[in-house]
């Protein structure tokens, strides 16, 4: 049974920055495309960005465009995304993906972690 664990969530003012993390443990990490979604109150959840195995492969929503990067560390099992230039709209719960592809589709049985809470002060 795959598990994802998020953090680094918080509160962090307009222009501020967070690096979110989602460990993974029970699947094949280093073969898994993976990917962070988010959902705001009164939203559908929406994908913000995602990785292939390798790690050479991203995609991301308009929205987030040169100021979010989704990476991954094999040896830590772990995939990241660094957060900068956050405004309000960025505000949701953040959520770890296992096998959500970055040309859009799960590969499979897909995962969830429990979520991480992004406030994002005015």
């Known amino acids: 049974q795959v598990q994802l664990v998020e953090s680094g969530g918080g509160l962090v003012q307009t222009g501020g920055s967070l690096k979110l993390s989602c460990v993974a443990s029970?699947?094949?990490?280093?073969?898994?495309?993976m990917a962070w979604f988010r959902r705001s109150p009164g939203k559908a959840r929406e994908l913000v960005a995602s990785i292939s195995w390798n790690g050479h492969i991203t995609d991301y929503a308009e929205s987030v465009k040169g100021r979010f990067t989704i990476s991954r560390d094999t040896n830590k099992n772990t995939v990241y995304l660094q957060m900068n230039s956050l405004v309000p709209e960025d505000a949701a719960v953040y959520y770890c993906?296992?096998?959500?592809?970055?040309?859009?589709?799960?590969?499979?049985?897909?995962?969830w972690g429990q979520g991480t809470q992004v406030t994002v002060s005015a």
């Open positions: 029970g699947g094949r990490f280093s073969t898994t495309s």
């Open positions: 993906n296992y096998n959500y592809t970055t040309d859009r589709r799960v590969n499979g049985n897909d995962y």
